[in-house]
């Protein structure tokens, strides 16, 4: 596996690091590969429950290298809508199908796409020092990688229109204030916070969590009645899993349950 994107597993954690410090952790297409491998793995693997995100060094992500698309190295335009559709939207769509949780610990900057693929993460913690920038509007473009959806569903029109167009700097801690993050803790806590919380449901009801993770994801885009039979047939499903049983028992017997991820 190539070493912009790190990875190891704990006690059913995957965590993945992207790894190009000097750059901010800017995307290459190897490091696109790379992200989307870890992904794929943690899909394939029964033994991975939860997956932390994370990023080396003082940022999170940059988003895509612009090195790497140097206009002045071309003679013709860029097709920027084949590298979103390579790279961006397959990973983005791995992670949000993912039936198991993913965590994402913003360390520190997350600008253009390095910020919308934070969004698309389930759970998002973010250092106090970090911020969130939809960088796009300053080189021409506008939001990719889910950002638009994200911005909108979480924030409203008003707020994710004027995040878009100045790509103004928003605060981890205004981020959370807003609703567009989990939360935002202190520096020196971050890791522990996250390492922490995909720990813990990584123990967790794997099945369960997923469905879950299913329905609040489709609630945003379903009518009411709709969402009702939805549970409904989720609950059928996590009704016949090993989990549900093991909670109701362990909490009949008043212990602690035992969940296996089945
Ligand atoms: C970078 C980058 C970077 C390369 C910092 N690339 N080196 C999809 C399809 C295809 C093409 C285009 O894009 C997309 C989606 C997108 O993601 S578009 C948005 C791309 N990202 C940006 O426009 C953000 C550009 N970066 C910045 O605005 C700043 O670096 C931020 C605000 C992120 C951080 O600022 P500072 O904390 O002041 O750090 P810095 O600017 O000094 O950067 C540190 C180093 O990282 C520096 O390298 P150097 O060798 O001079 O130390 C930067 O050149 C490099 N870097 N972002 N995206």
Not at 109 to 114: E, F, M
Request: charged residues 20%.
């Amino acid at each position: 596996m190539s070493d912009t994107v790190l990875s190891s597993v704990d006690q059913g954690v995957l965590t993945l690091t992207l790894n190009r410090p000097e750059k901010l952790n800017a995307f290459t297409d190897e490091m696109h590969l790379a992200l989307r491998a870890g992904f794929q793995r943690a899909h394939d693997d029964v033994a991975i429950r939860a997956v932390l995100l994370t990023g080396a060094g003082r940022g999170f992500s940059a988003g895509q290298d612009l090195g790497d698309r140097d206009p002045r190295r071309s003679a013709t335009p860029p097709d920027l809508g084949y590298t979103i559709g390579t790279f961006y939207n397959p990973t983005v769509r791995l992670m949000r199908d993912l039936p198991k949780p993913v965590i994402c610990a913003v360390n520190g900057v997350a600008a253009g796409a390095g910020a919308n693929i934070a969004l698309a993460c389930d759970i998002v913690l973010a250092a106090g020092s970090a911020r969130f920038v939809q960088s796009f509007s300053k080189i021409g473009l506008g939001p990719d990688a889910g950002g638009s959806w994200h911005l909108v569903h979480r924030l409203g029109e008003a707020r994710a229109m004027a995040l878009a167009l100045t790509g103004e700097p928003l605060s981890a801690q205004m981020a959370a204030d807003w609703g567009l993050i989990w939360k935002a803790v202190p520096d020196e806590a971050l890791m522990v916070e996250a390492q922490a919380l995909a720990s813990a449901l990584a123990a967790g009801p794997t099945l369960g969590l997923g469905l879950t993770k299913q329905l609040i994801q489709a609630a945003g885009a379903s009518s009411f009645d709709a969402q009702l039979d939805r549970e409904r047939d989720s609950q059928r499903i996590a009704g016949h899993s090993a989990d549900y049983a093991e909670g109701v028992v362990a909490f009949l017997e008043k212990r602690k349950p035992l969940f296996r991820g089945r």
